[in-house]
């Protein structure tokens, strides 16, 4: 079976991980500085914070921004679950706005409208970049500083990509932006995730909430005892730490980010030609895009039938996202189908298609010929 998504591995990330094993410390060490770092330069941000895994990052950056069960925090319907999950860990209510069926991003005109006629501003907006295609940042930040609202990216598609030149995770337009290290995404740390942030309170805030909210640093404890061991816990955080053993795999592989970006896109080059010829829709790559994902678009009614078919022949197909209200647990809080016609409507049609940095030329052919055969047999 082709994977829709595979991690690349080498020697030198396998030694990168021996090397911490044999060290003193396999967590809370040197390697997640290195790798924080790394991650500043790479995107330009003043402060990284890793985590394990970019849920985790989610939910820091909505305590950090201060969301708690008073808060309306709005994403796009069009996204993993966990974007508007970390709004409802905090207690918060949540909204979904609709796409732009162009991109599958969060529209711009349909927030716009939204903020418009809203009797109640949400407090922090979560932009999904889907498939490692940046969002209008500069239109979502002009409205953030009209309406008054923060905004957290979910950039857990967009490593490694950009906006106008400007690497995406900068937080030029944004309070803080969210990358995620799953095996699946641009580059791995097995599990793992970042908040980036420019703003040197947010991350000190994401740093002590990350570790239970204890901090030793005397300058902030109130003096509850005196003595070398004393730590004091000021807020209410939790343990979601990387291991030095994830960071020094993080560190590794973004050492060849570049490389596999640019093999991502020119695996999305090569699908476009091929179904530009077959008249297959898909959704297309920007040419500053990560593309995390690489999504045809098919009749509706046949969208059951190609992607049984694909699977079959050994074609490794996903699809990207259900609507996050179609789901049980938000059903339940009151959201019904309907609410977002063009989110609906792009998930009745899609299909991922395999996109990795190791997918070869001629497993790419393959997936094409298996696709356009499926899609012309219905
Ligand atoms: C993968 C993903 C997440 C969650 O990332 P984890 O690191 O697995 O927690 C969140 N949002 C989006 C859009 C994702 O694709």
Redesign the pocket.
Known sequence: MIPYGHQDINDEDIDAVVEVLRSDRITQGQAVENFENCLCELTGAQFAVSTN????A?HLACMALGVDAGSLVWTSAN??V??ANCARLCGADVDFIDIDPKTGNLSVAALEQKLASANRIPDVVIP?HFAGQPCDMKAIGTLAQQYGFRVIE?A??ALGAAHESVPVGACQYSDIAVF???PV?IATTG???ALLCNDAELARKSVSLRSHGVTRDASLMTGIDSGSWVYEQLALGCNYRLTDIQAALGCSQLKRLDVFVSRRREIAARYAQAFDRAGIRYLAAGVQSSVHLFVIRVDAEYRKVIFDQLVEQGVGVNVHYIPVYWQPYYRQLGFVRGQCPESEHYYAEAISLPVYPALTDQQQDFVIEQVTRAVGSV
């Open positions: 895994s970019a849920t985790s989610l996204t993993y966990a974007s999904v979910d857990s598609h995620s290290f799953h995404k599990e793992g995730g």
